[in-house]
């Protein structure tokens, strides 16, 4: 079945950039999500690329889509202590009417 | 807008009692609807879907169950909770099965 992994922890330093790492296995997926979820809440989406794309930008937030390796990241400008929370990356492929999910990167932004 | 509504945001019941989460969502109609649950560990793992009133497809065989009685309304349920029902429960939706999901706050569970 599909399959998505991502790095469980990642700190960095408030003012630097973030980026978090994503990998999946099925070829098919069409579409990918970024979602961020902080302390007790839902999860909110921050962001989606269709797998015809390699970039997509949204403000302070890249994405970049390596579909030959089936890699997917998000690049954090600036990040602020607000970013802190774990961020999960999803995927949908066409057949499937669901998200699979990873299971999420705890983003710690150090003053 | 759309907005979805889940409650209640936290619930501790003991064993063997029932359970009744409910999820609604605004400003959309025909919705796709789900419920998750996410563990301790974090891992979200999909428990039900509907594509319409009255159908319901179970991704895991489990001791809850779900129902869909009107079309922006859906109901996570169980008639004797274990202890391994403890966790946080996610309703989402989504216009197509094709496209991004929308969250609702989550409800803690915890099973005493």
């Known amino acids: 079945g599909e399959d998505v992994e991502q790095s469980l922890f990642l700190s960095v330093r408030e003012g630097d950039s973030s980026v978090i790492n994503c990998t999946y296995t099925?070829?098919?997926?069409?579409?990918l999500y970024w979602y961020k979820q902080e302390p007790g809440a839902g999860l909110q989406l921050l962001t989606y690329?269709?797998?015809?794309?390699d970039m997509k930008q949204d403000q302070r937030l890249t994405v970049l889509l390596n579909k030959k390796d089936k890699h997917l990241s998000l690049r954090i400008a600036d990040t602020q202590t607000g970013d802190s929370a774990i961020y999960f990356c999803?995927?949908?492929?066409?057949?499937?009417?669901?998200?699979?999910f990873g299971s999420g990167t705890q983003l710690t932004v150090l003053p | 807008s759309q907005t979805i509504h889940q409650w209640p945001a936290t619930l501790v019941q003991p064993v063997g009692s029932p359970l009744s989460l409910e999820c609604t969502v605004e400003?959309?109609?025909?919705?796709?609807l789900y419920w998750y649950r996410q563990a301790a560990g974090r891992g979200l793992q999909l428990l039900f879907y509907?594509?319409?009133?009255?159908?319901i497809s179970s991704e895991v065989p489990q001791n809850l169950s779900a129902s869909r009685p009107q079309d922006r309304q859906f109901i996570l349920s169980s008639k004797k909770l274990l202890l391994s029902d403890s966790g946080f429960y996610l309703c989402?939706?989504?216009?197509?099965?094709?496209?991004?999901?929308?969250f609702g706050q989550g409800t803690r569970l915890t099973v005493v």
């Open positions: 400003g959309t109609s025909n919705p796709n």
């Open positions: 999803a995927e949908k492929s066409g057949s499937a009417r669901q998200l699979t």
């Open positions: 509907s594509v319409g009133i009255g159908q």
């Open positions: 099925d070829s098919s997926s069409t579409y």
């Open positions: 989402a939706w989504s216009v197509t099965e094709y496209t991004e999901a929308f």
């Open positions: 690329i269709f797998s015809n794309m």
